[in-house]
């Protein structure tokens, strides 16, 4: 690596740590997994499965669709893929629901696209998968970019039944960016540093980001996984630069407060107090504000990556919600 690439990377990181919305790696620790052999069922060739669908655009999305009962679909963040939700599919496949998750397109398996790369294109993306599936009554969970990817797509599409409650966890909703209208936003020069240390060296800085501030493991006293780490690299290193270069637009110039302020079904918001990378102040706490009908949930001392490192925390009481 030479030392203008080295220099350029730490300083993108160094400026990531003040926010950045991605969504968190997959796999859970040992203790937050001890969860009951996943049911295997015998209805259908169907009940367990994944595949791909192609949008209007040629763009083929991955998405897998397990199980049967009442849809929950999982919507991950920059720069993973469906992989993200690993603890809660299998958690929530155990009691009973159809779980279903997407790489978005740009991202894991999906087409490594060149445009597209926006919200809006985004939630289109996400109702033709729900009317692939004829999703009805489903419940739509969305973490960091996901969140708002969640709040775009229940507003626009939404109706019609397809939609009984919706979650936002860490999420970037309303806007993440500082402005006149959002002073308490982060500076536009902390995601300027993102794009310099992806296209600089997005290997390295796709190790730096879940190794700091993503799952708090830069806090004194954290228990650091480094298989976490790992998979979060693996993710990341699935999908396409142009794509996830572009993504960084979307999720933090992105405003969503129309959206939340269309928003008709029961949300719940849950959001760390210690994320580092989606400040509560400037998301949850204003999100939760906007929304018709919101539940408020702070989980004292979490990281932004609270959904991996505390599954256990995270899938309690998401099935409470989801059984309200």
Not at 306 to 315: L, S
Request: glycine share 10%; net charge neutral; charged share 20%.
């Amino acid at each position: 690596m030479s030392q203008s690439i080295n220099q350029a990377t730490r300083r993108g990181v160094m400026t990531a740590g003040l926010g950045l919305a991605a969504t968190a790696a997959i796999m859970p620790f040992a203790q937050t997994a001890q969860a009951s052999p996943v049911k295997q069922s015998t209805k259908g060739k169907d009940t367990m499965s994944s595949s791909t669908i192609t949008t209007k655009d040629g763009t083929q999305i991955f998405y897998k669709d397990w199980g049967t009962g009442q849809p929950i679909v999982f919507h991950h963040g920059w720069p993973l893929s469906a992989d993200d939700w690993d603890a809660q599919m299998l958690f929530f496949l155990n009691q009973g629901f159809r779980v279903i998750a997407h790489d978005r397109r740009g991202h894991g398996r999906s087409s490594q696209t060149a445009t597209g790369n926006e919200m809006d294109t985004y939630a289109a993306d996400v109702a033709a998968l729900a009317a692939h599936l004829d999703l009805k009554g489903a419940i739509h969970v969305g973490h960091s970019t996901g969140g708002g990817e969640v709040a775009r797509y229940v507003a626009q599409y939404g109706g019609n039944g397809r939609v009984s409650k919706a979650v936002l966890i860490g999420a970037v909703p309303p806007i993440m960016v500082k402005s006149e209208k959002n002073p308490g936003g982060l500076p536009i020069e902390v995601f300027d540093g993102f794009r310099a240390a992806l296209a600089a060296n997005r290997a390295q800085f796709f190790h730096d980001i879940p190794a700091g501030p993503f799952y708090g493991f830069n806090r004194p006293g954290a228990t650091v996984s480094e298989g976490v780490i790992d998979n979060w690299w693996r993710q990341g290193m699935m999908g396409g630069a142009k794509a996830h270069y572009d993504c960084i637009k979307a999720f933090s110039e992105t405003d969503f407060t129309e959206d939340l302020k269309k928003i008709d079904v029961p949300v719940l918001v849950m959001h760390g107090d210690d994320d580092q990378i989606v400040p509560i102040a400037d998301s949850a706490l204003l999100s939760s504000k906007l929304l018709k009908d919101a539940t408020l949930k702070v989980y004292k001392g979490l990281p932004h990556g609270m959904a991996t490192t505390h599954a256990d925390v995270i899938n309690a009481d998401l099935l409470a919600f989801f059984k309200a």
